[in-house]
């Protein structure tokens, strides 16, 4: 089962758990989020987490863990080598995934920092169906380039579309005769494609990408950070798989790569990462890099007791229950702002919400930020914490141009487990009177830019007084303490 069925009135999503352990939330008085706002260089990634009402920034390492994955932290064996933990979490993996070899790490992108170690050379071409932030600059670092191969349909934002994911075999085809197969590092799919709203990749899809790869000897990766939303969908959308477990879903997605590598920040509902290699000699030729940059090959950066909580996580992961809240809350967010006029995304993905900043603001230049400055607004607006995924997401070209991003949003992630329903409404409520107030939003520029993955640590400014202007609206309709 993964949806509740009411009786005389539309459902709404049920949250299948209860609370049993709270963190009180403030709202701090408008004109005091402006201050807030100001001090962190009107970037949301720099306010201090005690300052917001709904952080809704990511999924990643925020996600609630349940009663047994707390109570398996107690059996964590501490051990520099050879903790018994790591090979119940190798098992547990290997069960899941079919894949032996296990190697450790702290989060995600040092898996993909090992990976593209590995495999990438200057020159050298990666694959995707759609880049992530931290996979393309690790490869980028080491002088290859990423090909975004996914199916033009995944960039358009309003559609009915099931799986916007996709990659387009074609391009796969046509990129692979214009490099030559030598010259591709590797293939790597990315299941519920975050920068284009969380979105999934079919079965089918994978399955028809990956034979290809073969065909021609590259390498396959599957980056499974999202994997767990992306099973969702490939149960309740995808023909063909309506009959399957969530189980099983797992294990023949799994049985198409060579690699798969996952951010347990996302999957496991924990904090930690590893990269499950099905070739031995690929496996012994990787470890060095985990003793070199993680730790032990036993633990990999991650702490023991987190391990021990993945493991239980893991295994939730393959319970329909559990992984439907997430895209059932999301679902119901993007339906309501839509039927509100709001633009969003569409459908509903996985991880977040996804507001078409471009269509919102569309009187702000792409050079001032348009989603950038959507989400500073929608902090002074509300307390809530979005994240900006666009034009100041990308690095600039490098004649110092500005890369326009194709999709231009604002993320309001769900993390997995922590938001009610009245909560969601609150974010819906506010998001709305923003949007009626959009003309009141003017642009950002930068004052402090790191050259690499600026939006983390970046420091910008408005372009006019709009931020004054706009608490002065907002105090007038839901006054001073709010
Ligand atoms: N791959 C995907 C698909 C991700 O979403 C992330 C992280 C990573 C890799 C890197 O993993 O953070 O553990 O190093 N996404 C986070 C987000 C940061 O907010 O979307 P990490």
Same mark, same amino acid.
């Given at each position: 089962?993964?949806? /509740?069925?009411?009786?005389?009135?539309?459902?709404?999503?049920?949250?299948?758990?209860?609370?049993?352990?709270?963190?009180?939330?403030?709202?701090?008085?408008?004109?005091?989020?402006?201050?807030?706002?100001?001090?962190?260089?009107?970037?949301?990634?720099? +306010? @201090?987490?005690?300052?917001?009402?709904?952080?809704?920034?990511?999924?990643?390492? &925020?996600?609630?863990?349940?009663?047994?994955?707390?109570?398996?932290?107690? @059996?964590?064996?501490?051990?520099?080598?050879?903790?018994?933990?790591?090979?119940?979490?190798?098992?547990?993996?290997?069960?899941?995934?079919?894949?032996?070899?296990?190697?450790?790490?702290?989060?995600?992108?040092?898996?993909?920092?090992?990976?593209?170690? *590995?495999?990438?050379?200057?020159?050298?071409?990666?694959?995707?169906?759609?880049?992530?932030?931290?996979?393309?600059?690790?490869?980028?670092?080491?002088?290859?380039? &990423?090909?975004?191969? !996914?199916?033009?349909?995944? #960039? $358009?934002?309003?559609?009915?579309?099931?799986?916007?994911?996709? /990659?387009?075999?074609?391009?796969?085809?046509?990129? /692979?005769?214009?490099?030559?197969?030598?010259?591709? %590092?590797?293939?790597?799919?990315? %299941?519920?494609?975050?920068? /284009?709203?969380?979105?999934?990749?079919?079965?089918?899809?994978?399955?028809?990408?990956?034979?290809?790869?073969?065909?021609?000897?590259?390498?396959?990766?599957?980056?499974?950070?999202?994997?767990?939303?992306? #099973?969702?969908?490939?149960?309740?959308?995808?023909?063909?798989?309506?009959?399957?477990?969530?189980?099983?879903?797992?294990?023949?997605?799994?049985?198409?790569?060579?690699?798969?590598?996952?951010?347990?920040?996302?999957?496991?509902?924990?904090?930690?990462?590893?990269?499950?290699?099905?070739?031995?000699?690929?496996?012994?030729?990787?470890?060095?890099?985990?003793?070199?940059?993680?730790?032990?090959?036993?633990?990999?950066?991650?702490?023991?007791?987190?391990?021990?909580?993945?493991?239980?996580?893991?295994?939730?992961?393959?319970?329909?229950?559990?992984?439907?809240?997430?895209?059932?809350?999301?679902?119901?967010? !993007?339906?309501?702002?839509?039927?509100?006029?709001?633009?969003? $995304?569409?459908?509903?993905?996985?991880?977040?919400?996804?507001?078409?900043?471009?269509?919102? !603001?569309? *009187?702000?230049?792409?050079?001032?930020?348009?989603?950038?400055? +959507?989400?500073?607004?929608?902090?002074?607006?509300?307390?809530?914490?979005?994240?900006?995924?666009?034009?100041?997401?990308?690095?600039?070209?490098?004649?110092?141009?500005?890369?326009?991003?194709? $999709?231009?949003?604002?993320?309001?992630?769900?993390?997995?487990?922590?938001?009610?329903?009245?909560?969601?409404?609150? $974010?819906?409520?506010? !998001?709305?009177?923003?949007?009626?107030?959009?003309? #009141?939003?003017?642009?950002?520029?930068?004052?402090?830019?790191?050259?690499?993955?600026?939006?983390?640590?970046?420091?910008?400014?408005?372009?006019?007084?709009?931020?004054?202007? +706009?608490?002065?609206?907002?105090?007038?309709?839901?006054?001073?303490?709010?």
């Amino acid at each position: 089962m993964s949806q /509740i069925k009411f009786y005389n009135r539309e459902p709404v999503p049920v949250e299948m758990h209860k609370v049993k352990i709270v963190q009180k939330l403030s709202l701090l008085p408008a004109k005091e989020r402006l201050e807030k706002m100001k001090n962190a260089g009107f970037n949301t990634f720099m +306010l @201090h987490n005690g300052d917001i009402f709904m952080d809704m920034l990511t999924d990643s390492g &925020v996600n609630a863990m349940s009663d047994n994955m707390q109570a398996a932290m107690l @059996h964590a064996d501490d051990a520099y080598a050879g903790s018994e933990t790591f090979y119940r979490m190798n098992d547990k993996l290997t069960e899941i995934f079919g894949i032996k070899h296990l190697l450790p790490t702290h989060q995600g992108r040092a898996c993909e920092h090992i990976i593209a170690q *590995h495999f990438v050379k200057p020159g050298s071409c990666v694959i995707m169906n759609y880049h992530f932030t931290t996979s393309k600059a690790h490869v980028t670092r080491l002088g290859g380039r &990423v090909e975004e191969l !996914v199916k033009d349909e995944g #960039l $358009v934002v309003k559609s009915d579309l099931p799986f916007k994911g996709n /990659i387009d075999l074609d391009k796969v085809k046509a990129c /692979i005769a214009k490099e030559g197969a030598d010259n591709i %590092a590797y293939m790597r799919l990315e %299941a519920g494609t975050n920068l /284009i709203g969380g979105q999934p990749i079919s079965y089918e899809n994978m399955k028809a990408a990956t034979e290809l790869a073969k065909e021609y000897g590259i390498v396959t990766v599957l980056d499974a950070s999202l994997l767990q939303d992306n #099973l969702y969908f490939n149960k309740t959308r995808e023909e063909g798989l309506k009959d399957k477990s969530i189980r099983e879903i797992a294990r023949m997605i799994a049985d198409l790569f060579d690699i798969v590598y996952f951010s347990a920040r996302k999957f496991g509902f924990g904090r930690g990462g590893g990269i499950m290699v099905r070739d031995e000699e690929m496996f012994h030729a990787m470890e060095d890099y985990i003793t070199m940059f993680e730790g032990f090959l036993t633990y990999g950066g991650m702490s023991v007791k987190e391990m021990e909580a993945l493991i239980v996580g893991f295994e939730e992961t393959m319970d329909l229950d559990i992984i439907s809240q997430g895209p059932q809350f999301i679902n119901h967010c !993007v339906k309501e702002l839509d039927k509100l006029g709001v633009p969003m $995304v569409t459908p509903g993905g996985g991880l977040g919400a996804h507001i078409d900043a471009r269509q919102v !603001v569309d *009187h702000i230049p792409a050079e001032q930020y348009p989603a950038g400055s +959507l989400v500073a607004a929608l902090y002074l607006c509300g307390g809530i914490r979005g994240m900006e995924r666009g034009t100041l997401s990308e690095e600039r070209n490098p004649d110092g141009t500005e890369h326009i991003a194709s $999709v231009e949003m604002v993320r309001l992630a769900f993390p997995r487990r922590v938001f009610t329903l009245s909560q969601t409404e609150y $974010v819906i409520d506010r !998001v709305k009177w923003l949007y009626d107030h959009r003309h #009141l939003i003017g642009g950002l520029r930068f004052v402090h830019e790191p050259k690499t993955l600026r939006f983390f640590t970046g420091r910008l400014e408005p372009v006019s007084d709009w931020p004054e202007k +706009l608490i002065a609206e907002y105090i007038k309709d839901f006054g001073e303490d709010q």
